[in-house]
């Protein structure tokens, strides 16, 4: 029973969402922290390009990320 595939397979799968809900809300933070960055840099007078290059984004993604609310 130890090596049951299906019980490991619901372990498995308990701890993924476990780990996923702890970390969500660090993902949202963190894409906060992006967005306003991006907005702080736009008003400090840097261009979607430059923000882009900075972050090594495309700046049409900058564009994106700014863009979302």
């Given at each position: 029973?130890?090596?049951?595939?299906?019980?490991?397979?619901?372990?498995?799968?308990?701890?993924?969402?476990?780990?996923f809900e702890r970390t969500g809300s660090q993902h949202e933070?963190?894409?906060?922290?992006?967005?306003?960055?991006?907005?702080?840099?736009?008003?400090?007078?840097?261009?979607?390009?430059?923000?882009?290059?900075?972050?090594?984004?495309?700046?049409t993604r900058v564009k994106e990320i700014l863009d979302k609310?």
């Amino acid at each position: 029973m130890a090596n049951d595939p299906t019980r490991n397979a619901r372990a498995a799968v308990k701890r993924a969402q476990s780990k996923f809900e702890r970390t969500g809300s660090q993902h949202e933070e963190a894409r906060e922290a992006r967005r306003e960055s991006f907005e702080l840099a736009r008003k400090a007078g840097l261009t979607l390009r430059e923000i882009g290059e900075a972050a090594d984004l495309h700046l049409t993604r900058v564009k994106e990320i700014l863009d979302k609310d």
